[in-house]
């Protein structure tokens, strides 16, 4: 006989990323929020930080009405917050929390988390104050509502994610015992510091101690929040199979239940939409490349890309940049008529649009005549000379002349449609993409690959990312280019191996026919399917059992 799931009444959801895009963690809350809003209703609610500044917090709408008795619960307390709603699919509510006044008692705080629940804070830095602040506000708040908004009968789920999140969740936990309390890690702080710091993670694994590693790292303030909340939540949580083996050896407790990351496809334009859109980003896509390369490039060229948060080596941009030399030589040397053009769709030190670049684009790419200056990046930087992609790019020659017949170009920004040269919006861009790469060393789940077949661009990833992993258990064996995802073998010390099969599987694209490639790109989108929220959030509905069951 089927036991029935115990399910809450109330889900409390706190981040860093909710109304704030800096993160895949936004894209897991943001892609699934409708899904779940569909079987909960307002009694879903996400609280994220109150940043206070123009450009922040811009897809929230404030409702004043809205759930009018916790705003005063909340300042009975000392809390000011602001209600409405997320402007993403399904709207869910949201709360942001103004964290600013608990700095004046942090002492205090980090002093009763050690006392409370051994979470040593004595060598914090950089964003620790802030996220912490903020974390202990949202739960401050939900405490607030819960004493004086919610029967006492109410079941409440609170799901905590990232260390940033853990100490509100940790407090909570203390002070309400009947919350039942969910903490959720996308990557375990310790084990994206050893692959960030050119140590080989993945080799000495089974070595590895998590505090040990946390002191020689001077990662030991955040490591301590991460492991005590994992070690103290009714139900700790990861994204793949892979990153709780992480979990297991560094935070030394094995997750209770994996949770995948799914997408929405309510993201996706439709048929002739598609089409559209598609062909309206190629064409700009190609359009800033001639302006800026002053080399007018072909409809037919390829166009790869890659894109994810600024980490140089976890996320592969070191090989991907090695790729685009090796290609480069072998198309001259075999005096290819094939081009290939590759973006690198990664925020840096951003200054503004290049304005040269904007005179070229509203003068129209009929008129070029000539490249301009350093025609690899389409925006300028604060740091130019120093830029780690940028250094990378010149030393391997990939500097666009005329006569190269693969262009690689910086794309340094948030593509939100609003970045002054493309001005189009990052998923647009994606779908006018042949081919994606993503060769990433450490990856928990990866977003990216996924995002890229939900838009129909067959992608490379590799079994060192959850997702890589997660397709290669669907279909039985390692993907191919053909499946849509090409899924290649990564280690510690194979990047040449790796970058020598990405250039082979781009020379395959450039031969497939046009009926090959459009089998790859609706064999992409069909593994994207299998990965919808509607079938991953019942792993969801498990963990709030689990959390309700302790």
Not at 467 to 496: P, S, Y
């Amino acid at each position: 006989m089927k036991t029935e799931l115990k399910t809450p009444d109330f889900i409390f959801e706190t981040s860093w990323e909710v109304c704030n895009k800096v993160g895949g963690i936004y894209t897991v809350l943001s892609s699934r929020a409708k899904t779940l809003k569909a079987n909960y209703g307002d009694q879903l609610v996400f609280i994220g930080p109150d940043l206070k500044q123009p450009t922040a917090n811009i897809d929230f709408r404030e409702e004043s009405k809205l759930l009018a008795p916790w705003k005063k619960a909340a300042k009975k307390v000392g809390l000011e917050c602001r209600i409405g709603r997320w402007m993403v699919p399904g709207e869910p509510v949201a709360v942001l929390v103004d964290f600013s006044p608990l700095f004046q008692e942090k002492n205090t705080i980090y002093a009763k988390a050690w006392e409370l629940f051994h979470v040593d804070s004595i060598r914090a830095y950089g964003d620790y104050d802030e996220a912490s602040m903020f974390s202990v506000a949202a739960g401050r708040f939900v405490e607030a509502v819960v004493k004086e908004c919610l029967k006492p009968t109410a079941k409440v789920v609170y799901q905590a994610h990232e260390w940033m999140s853990g100490l509100g969740m940790l407090f909570l936990k203390h002070s309400l015992p009947q919350v039942s309390t969910i903490f959720t890690t996308h990557a375990t702080s310790i084990g994206r510091s050893i692959a960030g710091n050119n140590k080989e993670l993945y080799a000495y694994f089974d070595g590895y101690n998590g505090d040990i590693m946390a002191q020689e790292l001077h990662m030991d303030a955040k490591h301590s929040i991460e492991k005590q909340s994992a070690l103290q939540a009714d139900c700790f949580t990861t994204v793949s199979r892979f990153t709780d083996r992480e979990c297991k050896q560094l935070l030394d407790k094995p997750a209770d239940v994996v949770l995948p990351n799914g997408f929405e496809n309510d993201f996706v334009p439709k048929g002739g939409q598609f089409t559209s859109v598609r062909r309206k980003a190629r064409r700009r896509i190609l359009d800033v490349a001639t302006a800026l390369t002053g080399d007018r490039l072909p409809d037919d060229t390829l166009i790869v890309s890659t894109s994810g948060r600024n980490d140089y080596r976890c996320k592969g941009f070191d090989v991907f940049l090695e790729t685009m030399a090796q290609l480069k030589a072998q198309l001259a040397e075999a005096d290819s008529s094939a081009r290939v053009l590759a973006l690198i769709e990664v925020p840096c030190w951003l200054k503004g649009p290049r304005a040269d670049l904007q005179r070229a684009l509203a003068e129209g790419v009929k008129n070029v005549a000539a490249p301009l200056p350093n025609p690899i990046i389409t925006h300028d930087l604060w740091n130019l000379d120093e830029d780690r992609i940028v250094r990378q790019m010149w030393q391997l020659g990939l500097n666009n002349l005329p006569t190269d017949k693969v262009k690689v170009i910086l794309v340094p920004c948030y593509l939100e449609g609003k970045d002054g040269i493309f001005d189009m919006p990052y998923y647009h861009l994606l779908a006018a993409n042949d081919l994606a790469l993503y060769p990433s060393y450490y990856e928990p789940w990866g977003y990216t690959p996924l995002e890229s077949c939900a838009f129909h661009t067959p992608c490379v990833t590799t079994d060192l990312s959850g997702f890589g992993q997660w397709v290669n258990e669907v279909l039985g064996r390692e993907g191919e280019l053909a499946d849509g995802v090409k899924v290649i073998h990564r280690t510690d010390g194979n990047f040449f191996e790796v970058s020598a099969e990405m250039c082979a599987t781009i020379r395959t694209m450039l031969d497939m026919t046009a009926k090959e490639r459009t089998a790859a790109r609706n064999n992409a989108a069909r593994l994207a399917d299998k990965a919808q929220w509607k079938n991953f959030i019942k792993y969801y509905y498990q963990a709030y059992d689990f959390a309700l069951g302790r």
